[in-house]
């Protein structure tokens, strides 16, 4: 069951999404050449539990971090540890923080100090997509309206969207229903209406669409070894467009 949200409970979503946004930004200027992934860790839940926040990735079914720290062939939910990033990596961010009982979740992709043009490329198309999928997210429109958005536009630049992660709607919980794929055909699944908050997140790689599940239990990577990037955003549906409560976080 999808549930709607009021305008004051949205509200109350946005300041979580606010501290999200403002932490990821934060980090992506922190981000260069030697640095750890566990620092980018330290650093987020630093910053969230600063603002009186709690960070909601932090032993969610046992993930042992605040930030899902995913390089390069890594999809989402990669673990911060020793691992060093380096020039021309490409590093996924992904938090989420709970704040007096609502939540907020959102993701970027950043680039580590000079990328190569493919990796731009690739980041640069899944933010797109991101976009083009929120420019469904309106009132009167079906769900799938959205994925097929984010598909069409990646398949047209010549990579692939992830399959076997979903985006998904998001309030007094992390996740709640609908689950958003980011491929299928228009005008299928749930009627969109005003107040109901949905994470929208295309995971788009740049070879092939599978993945698989390290040893970790955790971290989803590439089976093909190529690239993959990850934008979010959490965002309101409205009649004319949607809301973008994490705004801040990429733009
Ligand atoms: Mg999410």
């Known amino acids: 069951m999808i549930i709607?949200?009021?305008p004051e409970e949205i509200g109350k979503i946005r300041a979580a999404d606010r501290i999200v946004a403002k932490t990821l930004i934060a980090l992506k200027e922190m981000v260069k050449p030697?640095?750890?992934?566990?620092?980018?860790?330290?650093?987020?839940?630093?910053?969230?539990?600063?603002e009186g926040a709690r960070p909601t990735?932090?032993?969610?079914?046992?993930?042992p971090a605040a930030l899902c720290v995913s390089v390069n062939s890594e999809v989402v939910h990669g673990i911060p540890g020793k691992k060093k990033l380096k020039e021309g990596d490409i590093v996924s961010l992904d938090l989420g923080a709970d704040l007096d009982?609502?939540?907020?979740?959102?993701?970027?992709?950043v680039g580590v100090g000079e990328i190569s043009s493919h990796a731009q490329r690739l980041m640069d198309v899944t933010r797109?997509?991101?976009?083009?999928?929120?420019?469904?997210?309106?009132?009167?429109?079906?769900?799938?309206?959205?994925?097929?958005?984010i598909q069409t536009h990646v398949e047209a630049a010549g990579f692939s969207v992830v399959t076997d992660?979903?985006?998904?709607?998001?309030g007094t919980q992390q996740h709640e229903d609908p689950q958003i794929p980011n491929y299928g055909p228009k005008g299928v699944g749930p009627l969109l209406k005003r107040g109901m908050v949905l994470a929208i997140e295309p995971m788009v790689n740049?070879?092939?669409?599978?993945?698989?599940?390290?040893?970790d239990g955790w971290t989803v990577v590439t089976r093909d070894g190529g690239l993959s990037a990850h934008f979010e955003h959490s965002i309101a549906v409205m009649p004319?467009?949607?809301?973008?409560?994490?705004?801040?976080?990429?733009?």
Do not use: C
């Open 57 to 63: 990735f932090k032993g969610y079914r046992g993930f």
């Open 240 to 251: 004319e467009k949607a809301d973008i409560l994490s705004e801040y976080a990429e733009r």
């Open 128 to 149: 797109e997509s991101l976009y083009k999928g929120i420019e469904q997210a309106k009132e009167g429109n079906r769900l799938s309206d959205i994925s097929h958005a």
């Open 165 to 170: 992660f979903v985006g998904h709607g998001i």
């Open 101 to 109: 009982g609502y939540f907020g979740d959102a993701a970027i992709t």
């Open 4 to 6: 709607l949200k009021s």
């Open 34 to 50: 030697g640095m750890t992934t566990l620092e980018l860790d330290r650093a987020a839940e630093e910053m969230v539990r600063a």
């Open 206 to 215: 740049a070879g092939g669409h599978q993945v698989k599940v390290l040893d």
